[in-house]
C-alpha cells in the first residue's frame, strides 16, 4: 500500500500558484520523498524529490516539514499544461529498493 | 539526451496469445522496472532487471516474465493472455545505484488491448 495520503482532486486557476499537499506520517529517516505526474495515458514525469530539505528546481519547488510528515508541492504559475494526476511516493534510498508505490494521486485541473 | 522508448505503443491481441513488449532504457542507466497501469488497480511494480538479473519482483503471476539484454535494452512477456490483462504497460530506468537517490524515468508506454 501506498504510504502517502493525498486528496483526490484540487482545482487551481491558470498563472496562479497551485498547491498540492501530501501526508506521510509513517516516513522513515531514510526514506525520500518523490513526486511524478501523469498526463492522460502517458508515461508518468520525474517533477522533484527531497530527503528533508526544501528543493527546487525549474519545475517546481518541494516544501518538506521539519517533522517530515508532509509535505507540499508548489507549481509556481500553473498553467493549462500542468493538468494531470499528481503522485507523491515515499521511497527508501538505494536502487535495489527498486520499485515505486503508487497511491491514487491528486488530479489537477488547472482552468483558465 | 533520448528517453526511455518503448515499442510498439498499441498493440491489440486476442485472448490466449503471448505477447512481447520493448524498452530502451536511458544511454547509461542500468536499471529497468516494468509497471502495469489498470483503471482499477493503478499503477503497479511487475519487476526490475539491473544488469541482466531480475533483482525485484511484483506480485503478478509466472504468465508475466521479463529479460534484460547486455545493453541494457529490456523485454517483457505475457503469455496466455486474458482480458485482465488489457493495460498500459510502461518502462522505467534509472541508473541502478544501490546507495542514495535512484531516479526511475518513464517511457510513453504500450498500451496492450486483449481482445
Known amino acids: 500500500d501506498a504510504k502517502t495520503t493525498q486528496p483526490p482532486s484540487m482545482d487551481c486557476a491558470e498563472g496562479r500558484a497551485a498547491n498540492l499537499p501530501c501526508n506521510h506520517s509513517?516516513?522513515?529517516?531514510?526514506?525520500?520523498v518523490y513526486w511524478y505526474r501523469q498526463i492522460h495515458s502517458q508515461g508518468p514525469q520525474y517533477i522533484i524529490h527531497?530527503?528533508?530539505n526544501n528543493e527546487t528546481n525549474e519545475m517546481a519547488s518541494l516544501i518538506i516539514t521539519e517533522d517530515r510528515k508532509s509535505s507540499t508541492l508548489i507549481l509556481p504559475h500553473a498553467t493549462l499544461r500542468d493538468t494531470a494526476v499528481y503522485y507523491c511516493?515515499?521511497?527508501?534510498?538505494?536502487?535495489?529498493?527498486?520499485?515505486?508505490?503508487f497511491g491514487k494521486g491528486t488530479k489537477l485541473s488547472v482552468k483558465p | 539526451k533520448a528517453g526511455v522508448t518503448q515499442t510498439p505503443r498499441y498493440l491489440i491481441k486476442t485472448r490466449g496469445q503471448q505477447v512481447t513488449l520493448s524498452c530502451s532504457p536511458i544511454?547509461?542507466?542500468?536499471?529497468v522496472s516494468w509497471y502495469q497501469q489498470t483503471p482499477g488497480q493503478g499503477l503497479q511494480f511487475l519487476f526490475e532487471?539491473?544488469?541482466?538479473?531480475?533483482?525485484n519482483k511484483g506480485n503478478f503471476p509466472g504468465r508475466f516474465s521479463g529479460r534484460q539484454f547486455s545493453n541494457s535494452r529490456s523485454e517483457m512477456n505475457v503469455s496466455t493472455l486474458e482480458l485482465g490483462d488489457s493495460a498500459l504497460y510502461l518502462c522505467?530506468?534509472?541508473?541502478?545505484?544501490?546507495?542514495?537517490?535512484?531516479?526511475?524515468?518513464f517511457g510513453p508506454g504500450t498500451r496492450l488491448t486483449v481482445l
Open positions: 522505467a530506468s534509472s541508473l541502478g545505484f544501490l546507495a542514495g537517490t535512484d531516479t526511475q524515468y
Open positions: 509513517t516516513i522513515s529517516g531514510n526514506e525520500y
Open positions: 527531497g530527503l528533508k
Open positions: 511516493i515515499v521511497r527508501r534510498d538505494g536502487g535495489s529498493q527498486g520499485n515505486l508505490i
Open positions: 544511454s547509461g542507466h542500468r536499471s
Open positions: 532487471y539491473f544488469s541482466e538479473t531480475q533483482r
